[in-house]
């Protein structure tokens, strides 16, 4: 298997790599337009705060189009983000099927709200944004109408609720460092983090 049809997510490689740089330009293409939703996808990486989202659109040729989230939802938010403007089923079956844990199939509007979690994350974190979510967000439609979520900016690692505003202060006072990395679970899971200060 190569890096390109693993989209990156092999050690050392970046776009700097001759088989992953192909989808860096051919995310560098105009916006296109709203083509219709076919199918979307979403998968959580145990014990890492990691997740991915998939959503696939059909191009008017039949060929399909997918935007690749990369989502780093305890640290930095929208980690990566990438387009493939024409794959065919086949292709996107086997990106599927090499994934592991597996995608699960999911609904747009929770894979928006994921999503928005997780810009949430980035902008209050102050970590980039990348540039192919700015020009390919409509991808999954009007991101502008999701609402930011409610409540802490992170989630218990266990059951996904709230976490004490000190828990969450500080899982963000240390997301832009790479060699820190939390795993904070609620007092409801056992958590040692008071509700207040
Ligand atoms: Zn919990």
Same mark, same amino acid.
């Given at each position: 298997?190569?890096?390109?049809?693993?989209?990156?997510?092999?050690?050392?490689?970046?776009?700097?790599?001759?088989?992953?740089?192909?989808?860096?330009?051919?995310?560098?293409?105009?916006?296109?337009?709203?083509?219709?939703?076919?199918?979307?996808?979403?998968?959580?990486?145990?014990?890492?705060?990691?997740?991915?989202?998939?959503?696939?659109?059909?191009?008017?040729?039949?060929?399909?189009?997918?935007?690749?989230?990369?989502?780093?939802?305890?640290?930095?938010?929208?980690?990566?983000?990438?387009?493939?403007?024409?794959?065919?089923?086949?292709?996107?079956?086997?990106?599927?099927?090499?994934?592991?844990?597996?995608?699960?199939?999911?609904?747009?509007?929770?894979?928006?709200?994921?999503?928005?979690?997780?810009?949430?994350?980035?902008?209050?974190?102050?970590?980039?944004?990348?540039?192919?979510?700015?020009?390919?967000?409509?991808? /999954?439609?009007?991101?502008?109408?999701?609402?930011?979520?409610?409540?802490?900016?992170?989630? %218990?690692? +266990? @059951? #996904? &609720?709230?976490?004490?505003?000190?828990?969450?202060? /500080?899982?963000?006072?240390?997301?832009?460092?790479?060699?820190?990395?939390?795993?904070?679970? %609620?007092? +409801? @899971? #056992? &958590?040692?983090?008071?509700?207040?200060?």
């Amino acid at each position: 298997m190569t890096c390109r049809e693993s989209r990156g997510n092999v050690n050392g490689c970046d776009a700097r790599c001759p088989y992953f740089a192909p989808r860096i330009v051919a995310s560098s293409v105009k916006p296109p337009p709203l083509y219709p939703l076919e199918k979307c996808y979403m998968r959580h990486i145990p014990t890492s705060g990691a997740a991915s989202v998939i959503v696939v659109r059909r191009n008017p040729d039949k060929s399909l189009r997918a935007m690749f989230l990369s989502l780093d939802l305890w640290k930095v938010g929208i980690r990566e983000c990438f387009v493939d403007v024409r794959l065919t089923e086949e292709q996107l079956t086997r990106e599927l099927r090499a994934a592991k844990p597996p995608f699960e199939e999911s609904t747009l509007s929770d894979c928006q709200q994921l999503v928005k979690a997780a810009e949430r994350i980035s902008r209050e974190v102050g970590y980039p944004i990348p540039w192919e979510y700015d020009r390919w967000q409509s991808m /999954l439609d009007d991101m502008k109408r999701v609402p930011d979520p409610p409540g802490s900016l992170y989630k %218990c690692a +266990k @059951c #996904g &609720g709230d976490l004490p505003e000190n828990a969450a202060a /500080l899982m963000k006072t240390y997301a832009l460092q790479s060699d820190v990395q939390f795993y904070i679970v %609620c007092r +409801k @899971c #056992g &958590g040692e983090f008071a509700d207040e200060w």
